[in-house]
């Protein structure tokens, strides 16, 4: 990319006449001049400063079990992300319905882990999707979101627990509907 510049400029806001009195002046000279003539060599380096963290340490082994479980498939959409510089090869995440984090203090188990992709992961976080604790539906905020009709692909051996998704239904789900309690149906098991 590069940058323009007009020598010889002429004002040509008035509409009616902006093209003619350039085609009038055939004089006015364009020159091109790289990008990176404005780049200074040397950036200034950012800050860094040392801090303290508290976090929570999470067990891998759950995380892990759910996204094995699954194929790395996506259990909202299905996609399966090829990552060859990973020792897995394929790639997806780990979402907590009840978050770990201090504020929600929610389990470090498979029973409240979903293997999702970066997106649906991240849609899942900021609270425009959700999973319907009853017959397992995703739900989207928007009605723009292709997860219409779509049930969240689960098998038997996750044991996912019904009271995780009505947690992150009701709290974390932008305008989530307080659904009862009940057991997950096993007509949506694989």
Known sequence: ?????????????DARHRFESLWQRP????????????IPDS??????????VLRVVRDTKQSR?????????????GMAIYAP??????????HHLQPLGRRYSGPDHASNIVALCPNHHS???LGVLAIDP????????????STQDRLLTLRKEHGLNQKYLQFH????FAGGDAAAESPLVADFLL
């Open 65 to 77: 079990f759910v996204k094995e479980l699954y194929e790395y498939r996506c259990q909202v959409c």
């Open 85 to 94: 510089k990973l020792k897995s090869v394929w790639y997806c995440e780990a």
């Open 1 to 13: 990319m590069g940058v323009t510049k007009a020598h010889q400029h002429l004002n040509v806001t």
């Open 43 to 52: 950036l200034p380096e950012p800050d860094r400063r040392m801090g303290q």
């Open 27 to 38: 004089d006015i000279a364009e020159e091109y001049q790289a990008e990176s003539l404005y």
């Open 169 to 172: 239904l009701d709290k974390i």
């Open 123 to 125: 849609m899942m976080d």
């Open 134 to 145: 009853i017959n397992l539906t995703i739900l989207a905020r928007h009605n723009g979101e």
